[in-house]
């Protein structure tokens, strides 16, 4: 079964530091470009950030609200990914999904079609 | 880009026909998706690139439009389709999705 498991939430002060997994069973991450997409509490959905795949070197992209203080890093032996984020603020409480591009080699199949459960961040002093 | 989805909620009643409009605050050709969102759930991929339906979604689901204008439809609700539904562009980066629209039973 296709599946993406995310873990490594919590509770973190600001300013802190905390790193998410995201594990995938039934496919080979490095084939795929992984996103991470995030969920405020009662609000919308909200893209955070893209790692390529393999064949397009890991390359990265991020939304300029967490340029600079979140990395997406690379693809592992454990078929995982991971989102390391720093400099956490207050408007970083969410719940983290990451998320399986179809193809994102061409904007036309550019889509999630695979997610995971979600981890919940929580941000406060 | 920005996408307004309108209306932003809905109620409906089984059996209605649905339609959903999100608008993109410039063209992004039929580079767009939709997504179903059930509260406490990961949301499910409907439609992507403006009208191509993912794999084992329901047939009353469909998607139109291009340029800056798109609509999702379902053309006869169902229970299990009561769910906030989005827009996202897969057109240019950041990636962007609309407000939501919830869909809720009269």
């Known amino acids: 079964e296709v599946q993406l498991v995310e873990s490594g939430g919590g509770f973190v002060q600001p300013g802190g530091s905390l790193r998410l997994s995201c594990a995938a069973s039934g496919f080979t991450l490095s084939d795929y470009y992984m996103d991470w997409v995030r969920q405020a509490p009662g609000k919308g959905l909200e893209w955070v950030g893209r790692?390529?795949?393999?064949?397009?070197?890991?390359?990265?992209e991020y939304a300029a609200s967490v340029r600079g203080r979140f990395i997406v890093s690379g693809i592992d032996s454990k078929n995982s990914l991971y989102l390391q984020m720093n400099s956490l603020e207050t408007e970083d409480t969410a719940v983290y999904y990451c998320a399986r591009v179809i193809d994102g080699t061409t904007w036309v199949d550019d889509a999630f079609d695979i997610w995971g459960q979600g981890t919940m961040v929580t941000v406060s002093s | 880009i920005q996408l307004t989805q309108s209306p932003s909620s809905l109620s409906a009643s089984v059996g209605d026909r649905v339609t959903i409009t999100c608008r993109a605050s410039?063209?992004?050709?039929?580079?767009l998706a939709w997504y179903q969102q059930k509260p406490g759930k990961a949301p499910k991929l409907l439609i992507y690139a403006a009208s191509t339906l993912q794999s084992d979604v329901p047939s009353r689901f469909s998607g139109s439009g291009s340029g800056t204008d798109f609509t999702l439809a379902i053309s006869s609700l169902q229970p299990e389709d009561f769910a906030t539904y989005y827009c996202q562009q897969h057109n240019t980066y950041p990636l962007t999705f609309g407000g939501g629209t919830k869909v809720e039973i009269k």
């Open positions: 410039q063209g992004i050709s039929s580079y």
């Open positions: 790692i390529r795949n393999k064949a397009r070197g890991y390359t990265t």
